[in-house]
């Protein structure tokens, strides 16, 4: 039981230079986080403060290493002077052991009440019920699990420390108990992948055909979103057709595409399936709709999708959250670039009526002036290839 000073030393100073690294590169990562929205002042005031506890930190791990020291410096001497020692670490560290299981214990409990609140609101999708709940049931499970394994770690780091007349028991094999470990958790955690999976069938499966379709397009740093117009079928696209004007390719030929328009808010009409077609121009984005519990990768090249239903309006949910100011949006969850956190749309939510009112006042894309634009854009690019490929037959 007894360690030398120096490796005492070694493992607690080790320790302690851990936790001081990981405390300043989380105040590090936070601040990074913070930085943006905080003003000159503010960031400078960030700054004192990080250092100052910095510091603190220093002081106090040189003060804990200076009280070690002294401890075993005196413990020594009473060695050499022919004293019996009485080790009193075991004692110590035993009782540090609850006191971290209490401040530890502590510390999940004020996570859970403080930061646990500041999460999304109820879901205002149908589909986002179910994936609440899959992950309420699981972090229940796990909770339960990681809240009793710490106690029995913690206690009995206490009830068994190192007492000078106590050697371990040998007890090296229990069949039925390591049965029970085995088929418990297996059994556990197969219902969960089971029920994570028949979630992910039912949200990933194919769309009702009356839904409405939304095309959605990420670019370095906007979305653009085309409406089917009143055929509620959307026209064409060509990643040949993509100009200036014609940003997403869209093929004007097609029928389908002559009403087609483009919007800067996204309208939902409440209880109704709606399909988004999400694609990307550049990089792959996120198309991410909290809210509705909604994310998926947009993909240049490789067209994907995703439908729900929205069930909370979005007068509703300003009630519900008791926020006035409330809305839904529509964001890229993809560090696409220096201007990804440009990339937000709102979404409201309205009932059917309030839905066909803000259609009206909506008009296709296509007009016989955008027509003549995208000609003339056409006409460019077919002259910029032209005049390309004559460069290179002259070299
Ligand atoms: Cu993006």
């Not at 009356?210 to 089917?228: M, S």
């Not at 979404?347 to 634009?373: H, R, S």
Request: charged share 20%; net charge positive; with cysteine.
């Amino acid at each position: 039981m007894n360690i030398s000073i120096a490796q005492q030393l070694k493992s607690s100073t080790k320790a302690i230079l851990l936790f001081v690294l990981l405390t300043i590169s989380s105040t590090i990562s936070f601040a990074q986080a913070t930085m943006p929205a905080a003003t000159d002042v503010a960031s400078q005031e960030l700054g004192i403060t990080f250092w100052f506890y910095v510091l603190l930190l220093i002081a106090a791990v040189f003060a804990f290493a200076v009280i070690n020291k002294t401890l075993k410096v005196l413990e020594l001497t009473q060695e050499l002077n022919g004293k019996k020692i009485k080790n009193t670490y075991n004692k110590v560290n035993g009782v540090f052991f609850i006191f971290f299981l209490v401040l530890f214990l502590g510390y999940v409990y004020y996570e859970f009440t403080t930061h646990g609140r500041m999460g999304l609101p109820e879901s205002a999708s149908e589909h986002g019920v179910i994936t609440d709940n899959l992950f309420n049931i699981t972090a229940l499970i796990t909770g339960i699990v990681f809240i009793i394994t710490h106690i029995l770690l913690f206690y009995f780091s206490f009830k068994y420390k190192g007492k000078e007349k106590r050697t371990a028991f040998f007890y090296p094999h229990n069949d039925k108990l390591e049965l029970y470990w085995t088929i418990i958790p297996a059994i556990v955690l197969a219902v969960m992948v089971l029920s994570g999976w028949k979630a992910w069938t039912n949200i990933t499966a194919p769309a009702p055909k009356e839904a409405l379709t939304i095309d959605v397009t990420g670019k370095q740093f906007a979305w653009i979103v085309r409406y089917p117009g009143n055929d509620n079928t959307l026209g064409s696209r060509a990643f040949k057709l993509v100009n200036d004007v014609n940003e997403t390719g869209v093929d004007f030929n097609d029928k389908n595409a002559k009403d087609d328009l483009f919007v800067n808010e996204i309208y939902l009409p409440v209880n109704r399936p709606v399909k988004f077609n999400f694609n990307a121009r550049d990089v792959i984005h996120s198309a991410y709709m909290p809210h509705f519990r909604a994310q998926m990768n947009c993909v240049p090249g490789m067209p994907t999708t995703f439908w729900f239903r929205p069930t909370i309006t979005t007068e509703q949910m300003r009630l519900k959250t008791n926020d006035p100011k409330f809305d839904y949006v529509l964001l890229c969850a993809k560090v696409c670039g220096s201007a990804h956190y440009n990339m937000q749309v709102k979404i409201v939510v309205v009932n059917d009526t309030e839905y066909a009112t803000w259609l009206a006042t909506k008009k296709p894309f296509y007009t016989e002036e955008m027509a003549k634009q995208i000609q003339e854009a056409e006409a460019s690019v077919a002259k910029a290839k032209e005049e390309k490929l004559a460069l290179n037959t002259h070299e």
